[in-house]
Every structure is written in structure tokens, then in C-alpha cells.
């Protein structure tokens, strides 16, 4: 049956065209894939579909019956609900109570005050039908990504929903996480429930979804069956271009000068426990572990954004006694933030501003900015990292994610670093843009640069590092050469248990 038909879409924003003539069918029960570079048009597709936008010409029909969609209740109330990248859960409210937001309460028999019990007998009742194991009793400020994830979609079901619009995710989970996703997005298709599932993961969308349908500059290009389509055919689809292959870099081409040493860093927090490392010019070094395992944590510290209890850094043979944002843009550490839109951009500000903002001195004399050799700095970067933007004073928030990444990229060369601390950075990004991401970090480490590089997604670890730590509970227990590594023997890491490190290579 068919659940959702759209023709003839079109959304306008001013003089441009975000969306034109799109036409888009989903069938009760499949998971179809939506996918396009970043600026394709998905999101503004997902927010006609879900009532944040209201749409300039074109037709949905819903089970064959025209509708409007006026505002996000509407599409709750047909049946169409989504789940965004950035969660939008109550922080300090339990599952329970996160579960009913926007919905009557049950009271008790009296009518007066909530039936606490009835509405954790519907809860459990929710959660036993679609086998999700997460504790309701738990803050949403203490679960866990997969747990929030979990949670938003139990909320979707609470509404009877027919079409589940998922966006990205997998963005911030392990490999391990994504399966319990992945075993719940079946049972909701066996029961008959549609899935939209929008992500930039190749394998996931070969891996799930029955169609796939490709969105370029607006338009939609065409619809394919998943089983008769290939990745490059279908990133040809993307981008219109032939696929680019990323160049091969030999591996450990260090000069074996190290940029940066930690020497048992530990922090207050105890987010780090005694993690001794290093990276050298020229080399691109992995981190991984799952969820837990202090990933961010390490790089936070190194960066000065959390305080140390013992242990030190050295960064191109200097130690750096009192860590802080600022004393390492000094040496040459950049940080790209996993949460880009939080940490590393002010998205009402312009491109210009934000790029130039860490290196304000180098564009100020005699009281006032040079304000031309800013513009033009600016737009040699935006040209550089092909940053698709109506120009150099658009405001960053207006830009797509990828665009944003590149943003945030441009802004961290503009500081000549000699070493680059990577959170994520190729989360929530296009395949082009990802590969444009890794092609970049590999030309910094050619010139000599270090990087140190942290991924959920441990086969882009093993493709891109030339070494790599495992770290579990906030230690490393293995260094690792990653000359024919797999990615069973780093997983056999990550759980153990054992508080010894491992050197191989």
C-alpha cells in the first residue's frame, strides 16, 4: 500500500530554490532511503513532511486522501513523526515522563493529579511490544546516545505512528549500539511501520533499506531499488561526477619527531586515567572505544578544557604546563569539536566572522580591522574547501552540515596548526564531503602536521590511521600498528577488562 505520495514540490526561500518539482512515494512497511550531499534538499524535505515549513506548489497524499500539514501536530496526528540528529528530549525528566511530553496525561479515578501508575503501565507495556531495554526510571541526562535514541522512538510509537522519519541515527554510536537500532527498525517494518531513514552511511543504507531515492541540488534524481544498485552508482547519483577515489598515503611516514607526548594524564573528573600516547609529524593516529570509553574526554583534556590531576603534555617538545583553549591555539593545537553547531560555530554569525574569529590580530592594525585582506583571506579558504554558501557574510546557520564542517575546518587552518585534535569530524556529513574531509587531514599530514583522529565508526579508523590506540574505561589497553589490523581484534580490546596497556608493532 501505498503510505505517502508527493508531486510536484517545490519550496522557496527567497530567490532560491531549496526543493522543485519533487515527486516521492513510500510504501507501508519498507525502509526507504533518502540521500543526497549535504545541501540536497533532505532536510527541508523532512520538515515540509513533519510541518515546520509550509510548501510553495505541489500535492501529499496520505493513504490516497490529499492532506495538508500545516504545523508538527498535524503530521503527529496522521501518523508521521521524526527522529533528529540532535535529540530533543527533556533533559531532567525521566523516560516515563519524556514519553508522554506533549500528551494528556492519565489521571486517576478522582480526575485529580496523574496516575503515575497507569502511565508506567502503558510505558512498560510499550516498551515489552517492541523489545527496547532501556531503564524508564533513568533522567534523560543520564542515558546513554543509543538510550535516547531508543527513547524518541518509543515516543514516536506512543502516537501511533505509521511513518518513522529517522535522521542520522547512528550519528553518535558505536558499531555495537547501531545493531540494537538496526533489530528494532525490523520489528517496527514487520509490524507495517514506514521508515524514512536519512543518513550519509553507504553501508547502513545497503544494509536497510529496500529503495533508495536520491535528492541533487533540490530535485530528486531518481528512485532505485537498494538489491540492483551499486555505491559508486549510486554516488555518481549524489554528485553527478564519477566517483573520486581517495589517494593512497604510504603508511608511517613520520619523521619520528613527536608534535605531541602525554605522560600519564589523568584528569579530576577521572573522565582520563593515566593515558600515555603520542603522535608524530607526518602521522595520523586512531582512537577508538565504545561509548564510555573517554574518547571525547582525552582530547578535551589535551586541548585545555579539562582540568588535569597528574601527568603531563608536551606539544612539539614544550610542555604545556597550564592547558587552556587559548595556550593551545598558541602552540598549534586546533580542536574539531564533535558538537560543531554548539562548539565550534556561532551560527548567527557570518562565515567571515567565524572563520577569522581565533585569528582576529592578524587582520587588526591601528585601531581597526583590515577589513579587505579579511575578505579576501576568507574567500581563498571558502574557494579552498568548496564551500557552497551564498557568499563569505551569509550566516553560518544557514548552511548545510557539511558546509558547516568546512567552515569549521577553514577556521582551524587559518591557525597554522601543527596538530589536529579530530572529534567526529566527518559526523552527519556527506560521502563527498567525508571523502573531501579525509583527503584534507591526509595533505596535513604530509606537510608534517599530527593528527589525532577519534571515530565511532572504526572501519574509517583503520582506513584513514596509521596507528591507533583502543582505550576502554578511560585507559588505553592497546597500541596498535595498523598494518592488517581487523576490526574483531580492536573490538576484542574494547571489552576487555584487563588495566594493562598492549604494544604491538
Request: hydrophobic residues 35%; aromatic residues 6%.
Amino acid at each position: 500500500m501505498t503510505l505517502l505520495k508527493v508531486a510536484g514540490l517545490d519550496k522557496v526561500f527567497g530567490q532560491h530554490y531549496a526543493l522543485t518539482d519533487v515527486g516521492f512515494e513510500i510504501e507501508a512497511g519498507e525502509v526507504h532511503a533518502l540521500v543526497g550531499e549535504n545541501g540536497a534538499g533532505k532536510s527541508t524535505f523532512i520538515k515540509i513532511m513533519t510541518g515546520v515549513y509550509g510548501l510553495d506548489a505541489g500535492t501529499i497524499e496520505w493513504k490516497g486522501r490529499r492532506v495538508d500539514i500545516p504545523d508538527p501536530g498535524a503530521s503527529r496526528k496522521i501518523g508521521i513523526n521524526v527522529v533528529h540528529q540532535d535529540r530533543h528530549l527533556v533533559p531532567s525528566f525521566t523516560g516515563y515522563e519524556n514519553l508522554f511530553v506533549g500528551l494528556e496525561y492519565p489521571t486517576n479515578k478522582s480526575c485529580i493529579g496523574v496516575s503515575w501508575k497507569q502511565m508506567k503501565r502503558r510505558a512498560e507495556q510499550l516498551r515489552s511490544d517492541f523489545g527496547v531495554e532501556i531503564d524508564l526510571n533513568k533522567t534523560a541526562d543520564r542515558m546513554s546516545p543509543p538510550e535516547k535514541t531508543m527513547l524518541e522512538i518509543l515516543r514516536a510509537m506512543m502516537l501511533e505512528c505509521q511513518l518513522l522519519i529517522l535522521d542520522e541515527p547512528t550519528a553518535s554510536l558505536t558499531d555495537q549500539e547501531a545493531e540494537k537500532l538496526f533489530a528494532l527498525i525490523g520489528r517496527l517494518t514487520a509490524q507495517g511501520t514506514a521508515i524514512l531513514y536519512v543518513s550519509h552511511r553507504m553501508d547502513e543504507i545497503f544494509r536497510l533499506s529496500d529503495r533508495i531515492t536520491v535528492f541533487r541540488n533540490g530535485r530528486r534524481v531518481d528512485t532505485v531499488l537498494t538489491a540492483e544498485t551499486g555505491k559508486d552508482q549510486l554516488i555518481r547519483l549524489m554528485s553527478n561526477a564519477e566517483v573520486k577515489k581517495g589517494h593512497k598515503r604510504s603508511r608511517n611516514r613520520s619523521s619520528g619527531e613527536k608534535v605531541l607526548e602525554l605522560s600519564g594524564l589523568s584528569t579530576k573528573d577521572g573522565k582520563v586515567k593515566g593515558t600515555s600516547l603520542n603522535v608524530r609529524k607526518g602521522e595520523i593516529v586512531g582512537i577508538f572505544g565504545l561509548a564510555g570509553a573517554g574518547r571525547t574526554e582525552l582530547l578535551e583534556t589535551i586541548y585545555g578544557l579539562r582540568e588535569p590531576a597528574g601527568g603531563s603534555i608536551s606539544v612539539a617538545g614544550k610542555t604545556i604546563s597550564s592547558p587552556s583553549p587559548r595556550n593551545s591555539l598558541d602552540n598549534g593545537v586546533v580542536l574539531i569539536p564533535e558538537e560543531r553547531k554548539r562548539d565550534a560555530l556561532v551560527l548567527g554569525m557570518s562565515i567571515r566572522e567565524n572563520m577569522t574569529l581565533p585569528v582576529l590580530k592578524r587582520f587588526s592594525g591601528w585601531l581597526k580591522l583590515r577589513s579587505r585582506k579579511e575578505r579576501a583571506t576568507v574567500g581563498s579558504w571558502m574557494q579552498e574547501m568548496n564551500v557552497k554558501a551564498a557568499g563569505s557574510e551569509q550566516a553560518v546557520g544557514q548552511l548545510s552540515g557539511g558546509n558547516q564542517q568546512k567552515v569549521v575546518f577553514a577556521k582551524a587552518l587559518l591557525s597554522d596548526p601543527v596538530l589536529f585534535l579530530c572529534d567526529e569530524p566527518t559526523q552527519a556529513v556527506d560521502v563527498m564531503t567525508r571523502e573531501e574531509i579525509h583527503r584534507l587531514l591526509k595533505a596535513q599530514a604530509d606537510k608534517g602536521c599530527g593528527v589525532l583522529f577519534v571515530s565511532s565508526d572504526l572501519q574509517e579508523v583503520l582506513d584513514i590511521a596509521d596507528r591507533l590506540y583502543v582505550l576502554h574505561d578511560s585507559r588505553i589497553v592497546a597500541e596498535l600498528d595498523n598494518d592488517g589490523v581487523t576490526s574483531e581484534q580492536v573490538l576484542g580490546y574494547c571489552y576487555s577488562h584487563g588495566k594493562g596497556s598492549e604494544h604491538h608493532g
